[in-house]
């Protein structure tokens, strides 16, 4: 039962007054409603234990820079793209396929955005090939930062899983592979294909080959393109027409994850009728050497479909002083194919020093819809430029986007948004609502919504505001007995509510231990 | 309980309370009156710990604590409770997972176990009915899109689930209709023991009908110019400020 558990126990509401309400039903049955596992959680989301006596939340271990590398060179060049996809054993049309878009790369160059402030990478100086072992890694975890430990301590993390996450060297994780099978028995039994890029790309070629690439294409963007050359690996979701997946897709990634490297690539299809949900990362924070972060996903939902697609993001910010941390480029995309369709991103982005990712809809089917729901916070020099892109192209499509920016500290938060309304797009609608909340007064916020209409049925709104988090109500929940730590992080979850309300359940509950937790020392 | 010893208390520079003294002993209720700005929610304030005094000299001992210099949220925990003049509101933060975090907060100061959901909802529902509050508020964010009264009631259902020792009420009895008032001032009385002590911030003499104090004072700038028992209130009620404020202005 390891996996399962921190993202995904059994608990019934983040909701109060769910609980509430079987009460009211029937005041004997405390006993089978509460739990112990319950009752953990009902701590976590209603009191966001999460953030006494910790100092800051420092990052617990640098980047490692003695990394024994297997056979491949450092650098890019057509040779490395091939033993990338000779190592995998990947037939032919994929290596020419990297090939390709490694061609394109030479000839594109690193976007600067206005909002963006980071050194250059060197793109020579990166190793391409995945899984670089670590010498230094930890041998147990008594030899992991303690702070670390604490950390999984407040975010409920159990015991099993810890040292996956703090990267301790393991060989097997006994538990976890017998779990990740019984699922894929479950999921084999409805048809549903879930299973790592690098396998679909070997037991299912004639998918790749029609899929792949056809929502971001190789020639996309910098970043993209460079994913396309060289990506490392991911997961690939095939759910059958007419079936509903019957579990989060997410713990099975979550052991996966921690080997998938700094260029993943994701493809999930919904086919004609289905629905899937599916959780990407883990509140837990992850040890990764990796700096440079450049991940694909593309999302395709046939008709009547319905991909629902949450992330929690928090990689390594880098430290108070702004060194060091994850620079996250993210291509993220759906396409509503079919009429009838649905895409909806859900997104808590706490880590990294720079993130940079715009997770957006093709609305080309009739009556599509596509809905962004962000959390972005940024504290200490953190950087972010997140928001979505919402391409109308067919008739009566609707979208809706709420974004929720946090800035502390010094950071920065951009929400950058596209709606774009096609000539054939008749009556869509959109729906924009991008908040900002500051939390001191050094850090920004800024909002660019962008909207490009051609078809005048269609029916555009976009709402800001900008708050910060007000001295009196920090006073009010004092005054209750909350400390300050609790009470910022108590209005920055309220505030946040209505994309929390998004995730699933066993999520939402970490995602918002993990804001208190990366709020630290934003105050007082 | 509590003893405020000639307390002095500006805001940027500007002398706010001149010289207070108070005295509350457990079991007690202390009424305090007096004109728009005299200082009455700068006391209630500095008590309970707001930022922005500045306290120039005086003391306040609160159960043998020196209570000026407790965070705002230790001396709620020693139970010192505000209900705000204008209680604010906190969108998305619901108000009963508010509440149970603050009662668990104050019985983890006092050693006490804290409240599973189950006993914290009997706990709230039995509450609720002193203050005859609406279920659906519960449910809402804390004080969001709450009419005046409704807060005012929210702020009582804190007040009888936090269980105070020392509650200070600034004009909770103000933008209450006269079944509100009534129902508040039952429930303060139900809530009353001879442990518990009340500072009554009001403009109205009729609050005082239900809530029968022991004191009733008068705050003028920043001074309590007179003490009396509930008779003094109906004199004011009568009178007006003036002759006590003339009175008060000759040298002395
Ligand atoms: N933040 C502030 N800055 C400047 N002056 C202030 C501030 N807060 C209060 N004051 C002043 O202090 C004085 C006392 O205010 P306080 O709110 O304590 O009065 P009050 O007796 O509660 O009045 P009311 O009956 O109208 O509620 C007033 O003159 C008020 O203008
Ligand atoms: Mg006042």
Redo the contacts between chains.
Sequence with gaps: MSIVSSCQFLFFNLDFFVQYALLAMNMDRKNQILNSENDKNIALSDEQQTIQNITNQDYKYGFVTDIEMEEFPLGLNENIVRMISAKKNEPEFMTEWRLKAYRHWLKMKEPKWPKLHYPEVNFDDLYYYAAPKNENAPKSLDEVDPELIRTFDKLGVPLEERELLAGVAVDAIIDSVSVATTFKNKLNELGIIFCPMSEAIQDHPDLIKKYLGTVVPYTDNFYATLNSAVFSDGSFVYIPPGIRCPMELSSYFRINAAKTGQFERTLIIADKGSYVSYLEGCTAPMRDENQLHAAIVELIAMEDAEIKYSTVQNWYAGNKEGVGGIYNFVTKRGLCAGNHSKISWTQVETGSAVTWKYPSCILKGDYSVGEFYSVALTNNFQQADTGTKMIHQGRNTRSLIISKGISAGKSNNAYRGLVKVSSKAENARNYSQCDSLLIGDQCGAHTYPYMEIENPSAQVEHEATTSKVSEDQIFYLNQRGISTEDAVGMIVSGYAREVFQQLPMEFAVEAQALMSLSLEGSVG | MLSIKNLHVSIEGKPILRGLNLEVKPGEIHAIMGPNGSGKSTLAHVL????GYQIDSGSAIYKNLNLLEM???I???EGI??A?QY??E?????N???????????RK?RGEEEL???DF??LI?KQMKLVEMNEDL??R?VNQGFSGGEKKRNEIL?MAV?NPELAILDETDSGLDIDALRIVASGVNKLRTESNAYVVITHYQRLLDHIIPDFVHVLSKGQIIKSGTKELALELEERGYDWLLEKSESPS
């Design positions: 309970s710990g707001r930022e965070a705002p949220e001396r709620a925990r409770f505000l705000f209680p604010i906190i969108p998305g933060v619901n009963t997972s508010f509440l149970k975090k603050a009662l668990n907060e104050i100061h599973d959901a189950i909802l009997s529902k519960l449910r964010p804190q936090l």
